[in-house]
């Protein structure tokens, strides 16, 4: 079974920064790509970084040149380093993590929450 783990969320003030981390538990092949989305409170869920097996990159207007999306295979993990934060930032987010073999699926995190507030 795999399971994804999510950590580093917490309330920071506006213009600090958080580091969220994902750990799959089991081994995952034929990975095509990292994502990270989030949902804040009335709001539906968007994707806000994205890294892909050919090592590309894609991010939401919103968080260009804040936000760095990052991996470290020996360790399982995928990251979300998140500067200048602002409180518009706020909501919980997902780590997911697609799988094409035969089919495509998704593995999904179970949220961890970032709040900033002064």
């Known amino acids: 079974q795999v399971q994804l783990v999510e950590s580093g969320g917490g309330l920071v003030q506006p213009g600090g920064s958080l580091r969220l981390s994902c750990a799959a538990s089991g081994s995952i092949f034929s990975i095509y790509a990292m994502r990270w989305h989030r949902q804040a409170p009335g709001k539906s869920r968007e994707l806000v970084a994205a890294?892909?097996?050919?090592?590309?990159?894609n991010y939401a207007d919103s968080v260009k040149g804040r936000f760095t999306i990052s991996r470290d295979n020996a360790k399982n993990t995928v990251y979300l380093q998140m500067n200048s934060l602002k409180p518009e930032d706020t909501a919980v987010y997902y780590c997911?993590?697609?799988?094409?073999?035969?089919?495509?699926?998704?593995?999904w995190g179970q949220g961890t929450q970032v709040t900033v507030s002064a």
């Open positions: 997911n993590i697609r799988v094409v073999t035969l089919y495509t699926y998704d593995y």
């Open positions: 890294l892909t097996s050919d090592g590309s990159t």
